[in-house]
C-alpha cells in the first residue's frame, strides 16, 4: 500500500495528551478501513479510521485516451500499448514515436504536468530507447549462450534484454533502457554476435562457387555443427560461410569446413563443360546455386528449377541475417 502521510496535526491543540490526527493522501480506492488497520501493529493502531470522499474516479479508457492525446501533441505516434491494471494504483503506458526527436520533447516537457482529469494527480514520462532483432530460431539457440555472458553487463547498465517466444521459425530478441548511449552499445554488441562470423582461411572468405552439397555432404556438415555447437550458413548472395556460436569456435569450424570443400573438390563429379568455342548453355534443369542437375527439385513460381536442399539453404542464409528479409529467385538478380 503506497501513500502520501501529511504531517500529523493535534485533534484537540489546547488539550493535553489529546489524539493526533495523520491523513493519508493518495490511496487506492478499493482499500477498506481493514486494510489500512492491518499495516499497523496490534498495539499501535489507531483508534478510529474515516475514509473520505473519492478525490478522483478512475475511467482507464477516457483517461488514456487523453494522455494520448497530450503525447499525439508532440509528434506522431506508432505505437500506443497499456498495461491495465484493476487493484494498480497508477496506469503504465508505452507510446512508441515515430520520430526519436519527438520521443524526447514529450519526455522533457509533460513529465511531472498536472494530468487533465485528476488536478492532484501527475504524469510520469520515462525516455525509454530501445531496439529489436528478428533472428531465425536455429540461429538464437547458438548463440543464446554467447548472449548471456553479457546479460550481467548490461544488467548492471539498467538494460533490460528479452526473447520473445518462438514464433514459427524466428525469435524477437529486445533490449531497452532509459541511457541512449548505453543501449547503442549494447546494441551493437548484440548486432555482433547474431550476424555470425564470416568463416575464413588465410585471410580469404572460405568459398567454392560449383559446390554441389549432395545429402552426404550435409550430413558432414551437419556433424560439424553439433560437434562445435555451431550453426554454419552457405550464403549463395554473399559468396561465403558464416558461423553462429561459441567466438572459441570458429577458427575451428572454418578449419573443419574447409577440410570437408577440399573433400568435396576432389570427389566432384559434376559434369565438366565441353571444350567447344561455344559455350554449353545451362540446362532447364539444372540448379542455378550448385550448377548441377537439380535433386529432389523444386520449382518456384517463376518458373525456375532449384535443388530442394540448395532452396532451403538459400532461405536459410537470408533468414540468418537481422531485420526483415525477402526471398528472391536468383534469376533476378
Partial sequence: MKATVQSPVAEHPAQQNGRWKIDLVGLSASLTEDDIASVFPSFEKPC??????????????????????????????EKWNVFDSSTAKRIKAQATFVEECHAQVAASSLDGTELPFNHNGKLFVQLITSAK????ARVYDAVKKTIDAHKPDWDRQFIRYS???????????KIEGEDRQLV?????ALEKVITGTVLTMDGK????????????AYRKLQKIERDLEVVIVR????????????EERVA????TLQQLID??????????????????????????????????????????????LCFFQMCQAEASRPGDFSISCTHSL
Avoid at 539444372?286 to 550448377?291: A, K, T
Fill in 48 to 77: 478510529q479510521i474515516a475514509i473520505g470522499d473519492l478525490s478522483y474516479e478512475m475511467d482507464p479508457e477516457m483517461d488514456s485516451t487523453l494522455v494520448k492525446s497530450m503525447l499525439y501533441e508532440k509528434g506522431e505516434l
Fill in 133 to 136: 532483432f528478428k533472428v531465425s
Fill in 163 to 173: 526473447a520473445l517466444p518462438e514464433r514459427g521459425f524466428h525469435r524477437i530478441l
Fill in 184 to 188: 547503442a552499445q549494447a546494441k551493437r
Fill in 205 to 216: 572468405n572460405i568459398w567454392y562457387s560449383n559446390l554441389k552439397i549432395s545429402k552426404n
Fill in 235 to 246: 550464403d549463395i548472395r554473399a559468396s561465403n560461410f558464416r558461423a553462429f556460436g561459441p
Fill in 252 to 255: 575451428q569450424a572454418a578449419e
Fill in 263 to 308: 573433400e568435396l573438390k576432389a570427389g566432384d563429379h559434376a559434369i565438366k563443360k565441353a571444350v567447344s568455342p561455344v559455350k554449353r548453355q545451362q540446362l532447364e534443369t539444372d540448379c542455378p546455386i550448385c550448377f548441377g542437375e537439380a535433386e529432389e527439385s523444386l520449382q518456384t513460381s517463376c518458373g525456375h528449377i532449384y535443388c530442394g
